[in-house]
């Protein structure tokens, strides 16, 4: 049994600082909601490490938004139910591509620069859209150039404090409903923060697996503290893996952006032959899972580790103008994207799944919102559009914003207390050990392919971890394993309970869609088994 609360605590014993809003996390989706929140709440922003380190800095491809005349909001909404495998929520869809334009207007205004080409904003396409839609920023570093205008910001915004170095153990609460925030500082002191309204901006789940995209801050902790809490968790199964990241001795698995092909790459086996073809009629500009399980079959067949990502029939200039980042990257491990084959293999990059909330970004918890990567607002479906993540951030962070502002303030003081009986000592085996092994048992037992043993035999594996939740855990690393073996447990469940293949879920004992029996969503409740909510795309 997952426990209510990692810590033992009272909160008459703890120092209390109360606050409006608690933005927890500062990614896109954090700094954002914290500077629309501050217009008229007092905001306090907590990161568990440096305000600019987030899965957004990384972040390359671009953000999808319509803008321009050949477009239309319908033509998103098509690419993005596609994608989604039938398990989009269409209201949620049709909200993101109608307010997605003036949520790239806000970026701007808030001193975003996007690329621009003949005075127009500069516009690619990456997989499954139909549209040339994809804004972008210094060629390849989009992510970066977004949290850099939107720090810029909040550093001096009058109403937001930012609180680095901090970790929130717990969100707290009362009769289901959250009444804010256990933090654990820099020296060790824990400290209670109350407010009228708690965002989860946590990011994604990326370290649950040994080879990701993601940094090291993806550790799912945002997920995990809503399960704890009693919020409702949808759709673990769906994990992306990006289907091209670098694969080269000494080098991490550094991202090599889906708008590389979407700007004419190729993919070829270690023969060189292009292998797309076999696959689906839109080559190498399918949906991300369909490319990931071909290039993991060309890896199988021809008995690799990579496949190789080929441009260099492109202009040279055209690749360093395009990709910097991407290209200097590559030269910094003797690659030179214009002249050489990049060798590439998939690696997780993007969950799906995560805490469910309503069109307004709060979950079934009152008072505790998601936003960004840790929520499921319905968007994605089963598999993710390519850069939809960064506009489902704005949108909904400025609608959870508009439901802040019809809450009422916080009454009285909190008594809570809580104390675990079956408290332990703290674990002996080095955190960084449990965490490899730990990613290591996913990627062997629910990484892209999946069966029933297989699943299983993870699941028994990650069983063995749960006494390290009742034992005496008193650092950042300790309560990052925590959130991760939590999160862990909540995928391989979801993807043993979901007997199909459908987006990004991929299951060799049911290798078919089922849309008679399938065609659901699961949730999962500290208190419950697993539920299944029906979806509404039609």
Request: proline share 3%; glycine share 8%.
């Amino acid at each position: 049994m997952v426990p209510q609360y990692l810590v033992d605590f009272d909160l008459q014993t703890l120092r209390c600082v109360e606050t409006d809003v608690i933005v927890i996390g500062s990614g896109i989706a954090g700094l954002y909601t914290a500077i629309e929140a501050g217009k008229d709440r007092k905001v306090i922003m907590i990161t568990k490490n440096a305000l600019l380190e987030s899965n957004t800095r990384y972040a390359q491809g671009g953000i999808a938004a319509v803008t321009s005349e050949d477009d239309s909001p319908a033509y998103h909404r098509e690419d993005t139910l596609m994608a989604g495998a039938g398990l989009c929520s269409s209201a949620a869809v049709d909200v993101l591509v109608n307010e997605g334009p003036e949520g790239v207007q806000e970026l701007i205004r808030l001193g975003t620069s996007f690329d621009v080409e003949n005075g127009e904003l500069a516009l690619t396409q990456e997989g499954a859209h139909s549209r040339r839609r994809i804004l972008h920023a210094n060629g390849d570093a989009t992510g970066f150039e977004i949290v850099r205008a939107l720090a810029a910001q909040v550093l001096v915004h009058e109403r937001v404090e930012v609180w680095e170095h901090h970790f929130v153990i717990d969100v707290l609460t009362s009769q289901n409903e959250c009444i804010g925030v256990l933090v654990q500082c820099p020296d060790g002191e824990r400290l209670y923060i109350k407010a009228a309204a708690t965002i989860l901006c946590t990011g994604g789940a990326g370290q649950l697996y040994r080879y990701t995209t993601n940094p090291d801050v993806a550790t799912a902790d945002g997920i995990a503290i809503a399960y704890r809490a009693g919020a409702q968790i949808r759709d673990m199964e769906f994990i992306q893996f990006h289907p091209t990241a670098l694969c080269y001795p000494g080098a991490p698995r550094f991202l090599i952006s889906e708008a590389v092909r979407g700007e004419g790459a190729v993919l070829r086996n270690i023969k060189g032959e292009r292998f797309m073809e076999k696959y689906h009629e839109l080559l190498e500009l399918a949906p991300r899972d369909i490319v990931a399980r071909a290039i993991i079959s060309e890896m199988e067949e021809t008995k690799s580790t990579f496949v190789y990502l080929d441009i260099t029939h492109e202009p040279e200039d055209m690749i360093k103008h395009r990709f910097p980042t991407i290209y200097e990257t590559c030269m910094n491990y003797g690659l030179d994207l214009a002249a050489d084959w990049i060798p590439v293999a998939p690696a997780a990059h993007y969950m799906m799944g995560g805490v469910k909330t309503d069109l307004n970004g709060e979950s079934s918890v009152s008072r505790l919102f998601a936003c960004g990567e840790v929520s499921s607002t319905g968007v994605h479906g089963a598999n993710r559009l390519a850069s939809n993540s960064l506009s489902e951030a704005i949108v909904f962070g400025k609608r959870i914003v508009n439901r802040i502002r019809d809450l009422e303030p916080l009454h009285g003081s909190a008594s809570i207390s809580h104390k675990d009986g079956e408290r332990t000592s703290a674990p002996k085996q080095a955190m960084i050990e449990r965490r490899l092994k730990l990613q290591k048992v996913m990627v062997r037992y629910a990484g892209l392919r999946r069966n029933e043993t297989l699943l299983h035999k993870g699941l028994d594996e990650l069983k063995r971890q749960l006494p390290i939740l009742h034992a005496e855990l008193t650092r950042k690393e300790e309560f990052e394993f925590a959130n991760m073996l939590i999160s862990c447990l909540l995928v391989n469940r979801a993807a043993l309970e979901r007997q199909e293949s459908r987006g990004a879920h991929y299951r060799e004992d049911y290798p078919q869609k089922d849309d008679a029996m399938w065609r659901k969503h699961l949730l999962q409740h500290r208190q419950d088994e697993i539920m299944e909510e029906f979806s509404d795309d039609v």
